[in-house]
Each structure stands twice: as C-alpha cells, then as structure tokens.
C-alpha cells in the first residue's frame, strides 16, 4: 500500500511521511528520506518561571529521524519512533543506562508510541492499515488492531488513548477532524471538524482530552473535551504556528514557538517564556514532553552548530 501525499501543511507538521513508502520491485528510484531530527533531554525545574532547563544532552545524535519521545510512567525511559532509512519502528531510550532498544521492527512504519500507565502495552499508529495499534511488552511481534471492537476504518494521524476507560480521540489523516471512540466497544462520535494536525492529550489527573482547533475567525485554540458529557471547553489560543504542545502533570500546557519554551497555565491564563533553547545550543526545535516525575523535558530539534 503507498501513502497518498498530504497537503503541504500537513506534510510540514504531522509526521513528514516520505511520499511513498512502498516502492514498485521494478521501480529503482529510492525513496525520499525522513527529516533529519535529534532528540535532546533536559532537566526540568517546573518552580522556575525562568531558566527552567539545564543540562541538556542530544540523546539520539545520529543521522536520521528521531522523533514523538513519549515517557513511560516511572519516568525511566522513554519511547520513540526512528527510522532506517526508508521507515520508522519504535525504540526506547533508557535514561539512567543510556542505551537505546529496538521495540518493533517491521516493514511497515510505526509512529506516536504511547505506553500503557503500568507500561504492559504500547499503542502506536501503524502503517499497516493507517490505524491505531497495541502490542504487548511481552509479545512485541503480534501487535493487535486497538479499534477492531469499534469497527473504525478512518485512517488516524494522531491519537490519545485513556487505558484505564478504554476512549481514545484521534485526528483523521485526511479528514481534519477530531473523533472520539473506544477499544473495548462499538462506540463513535464525532467532535469537532477544522482540527489541526497535532497530537491529542489525556488531560492529567482527569479523564478529559485536549485537540487543536481552528475556529471560524483563524484562531487556533487549545480545547478541552469530556467524554462523559461530549462538552468542549476553550482553554487558550496556542503561541505562534506551531501547534505541538504538550502537557506537564502539575496541569500546565508546554509549548515551543521560535526556538523558546512557553509554559501556560490555568490558574494565570498566562503564557510565559520559561527557557531560550538557543542557548542551549538547539535550533528548529518544535515537539516536546514532560515526563511524570516533571524532572525531565524531551525536546525533538536540532544542534545549531
């Protein structure tokens, strides 16, 4: 199966797929390369409304992709997809040993690797049918289709799942819409058109999820959605264009715009500029995640040197 090419904003910002990942056995023409990105960890002062990151490291430093780090709960390791050249499987590094370890290894692509609260299992959008799969830790070779019960063929960018309820919000690949569904039923429901491509959160400590949309005056908005109630709630327009962002367990929101790290929080409405990454030493820097323990930051970018 060949992957359709995407709009150029979608190509820019969800997942910068190679146009083609399936090549023809006749066709000699090798197909284009992943973008070169590094992945760097940093200690975390969640306290500081300043200077907040220190230590940083480039924890991948080689040629290729190195993206969507995602922590496992115990803030040990964390799990990322990286590419051979030609498609993507997970690993995880550990940050205590730093080392790396190959979780899949296919032929197909696997990207957004989300482990299970007890870190059992791991979902990941599989490029096997454009959809949302989990594998378990002690069988990474018979991954298993997580919305087979739900019956949803929709292909999927992105996802959040909530293990502990079985709901998982996706944003449709090519629909630019958000939906809500569920791995243990038939359930559907759709929640909102003019959804941007970037990944969808679990809210921490509730059982609510967070999507980016685009209202009708071009704003985009941070939005929260129950899945009890199925009500959206506005939380705050994102910092520039980009529209990666993630959440830190004390409820603030974390985002990067120009090569700086903004924080924003409920109790203030306010964002803040918490840590210049050029001085750092990175530059294009655009995804990042907290680990649960707030004392790390993972952020995807490049050396500026």
Same mark, same amino acid.
């Given at each position: 199966?060949?992957?359709?090419?995407?709009?150029?904003?979608?190509?820019?910002?969800? %997942?910068? /797929?190679?146009?083609?990942?399936?090549?023809?056995?006749?066709?000699?023409?090798?197909?284009?390369?992943?973008?070169?990105?590094?992945?760097?960890?940093?200690?975390?002062?969640?306290? @500081?409304?300043?200077?907040?990151?220190?230590?940083?490291?480039?924890?991948?430093?080689? =040629?290729?992709?190195?993206?969507?780090?995602?922590?496992?709960?115990?803030?040990?390791?964390?799990?990322?997809?990286?590419?051979?050249?030609? #498609?993507?499987?997970?690993?995880?590094?550990?940050? !205590?040993?730093?080392?790396?370890?190959?979780?899949?290894?296919?032929?197909?692509?696997?990207?957004?690797?989300?482990?299970?609260?007890?870190?059992?299992?791991?979902?990941?959008?599989?490029?096997?049918?454009?959809?949302?799969?989990?594998? *378990?830790?002690?069988?990474?070779?018979?991954?298993?289709?997580?919305?087979?019960?739900?019956? /949803?063929?929709?292909?999927?960018?992105?996802?959040?799942?909530?293990?502990?309820?079985?709901?998982?919000?996706?944003?449709?690949?090519?629909?630019?819409?958000?939906?809500?569904?569920?791995?243990? =039923?038939?359930?559907?429901?759709?929640? !909102?058109?003019?959804? %941007?491509?970037? &990944?969808?959160?679990?809210?921490?400590?509730?059982?609510?999820?967070?999507?980016?949309?685009? #209202?009708?005056?071009? #704003?985009?908005? +941070? @939005?929260?959605?129950?899945?009890?109630? =199925?009500? +959206?709630?506005?939380?705050?327009?994102?910092?520039?264009?980009?529209?990666?962002? &993630?959440?830190?367990? *004390?409820?603030?929101?974390? #985002?990067?715009?120009?090569?700086?790290?903004?924080?924003?929080?409920?109790?203030?409405?306010?964002?803040?500029?918490?840590?210049?990454?050029?001085?750092?030493?990175?530059? !294009?820097?655009?995804? /990042?995640?907290?680990?649960?323990? !707030?004392?790390?930051?993972?952020?995807?970018?490049?050396?500026?040197?």
């Amino acid at each position: 199966m060949t992957i359709k090419p995407l709009t150029t904003l979608l190509a820019a910002l969800w %997942l910068s /797929i190679p146009t083609a990942l399936a090549q023809n056995a006749d066709d000699d023409t090798p197909p284009p390369a992943f973008p070169e990105t590094e992945i760097f960890l940093f200690d975390y002062a969640a306290d @500081k409304s300043t200077d907040a990151l220190s230590n940083g490291v480039n924890v991948t430093s080689r =040629k290729g992709y190195d993206n969507q780090p995602f922590f496992t709960k115990d803030s040990d390791t964390f799990l990322y997809a990286r590419d051979d050249g030609t #498609q993507t499987d997970i690993w995880e590094y550990d940050l !205590s040993a730093r080392t790396h370890r190959q979780i899949t290894s296919t032929d197909k692509s696997e990207f957004s690797p989300t482990p299970s609260p007890d870190n059992s299992k791991i979902s990941m959008v599989f490029e096997r049918n454009l959809s949302i799969w989990h594998l *378990d830790r002690e069988d990474t070779n018979a991954p298993k289709w997580s919305l087979e019960t739900a019956n /949803i063929e929709e292909p999927v960018g992105y996802f959040a799942r909530n293990y502990d309820t079985g709901d998982i919000i996706y944003w449709s690949r090519y629909g630019f819409n958000v939906a809500l569904t569920n791995s243990d =039923k038939s359930e559907y429901h759709y929640i !909102s058109g003019n959804a %941007l491509p970037a &990944t969808p959160h679990l809210i921490p400590g509730t059982d609510e999820f967070s999507f980016v949309h685009r #209202q009708g005056n071009d #704003q985009v908005w +941070i @939005k929260a959605f129950d899945p009890a109630t =199925k009500a +959206i709630r506005p939380l705050t327009p994102v910092v520039g264009s980009n529209h990666n962002y &993630t959440w830190a367990p *004390d409820g603030a929101i974390l #985002q990067i715009e120009d090569n700086k790290v903004h924080r924003w929080h409920e109790t203030t409405g306010q964002w803040n500029v918490i840590a210049d990454l050029s001085d750092h030493g990175l530059k !294009s820097a655009n995804r /990042i995640a907290v680990s649960p323990d !707030s004392s790390k930051i993972a952020i995807v970018g490049l050396p500026r040197d």
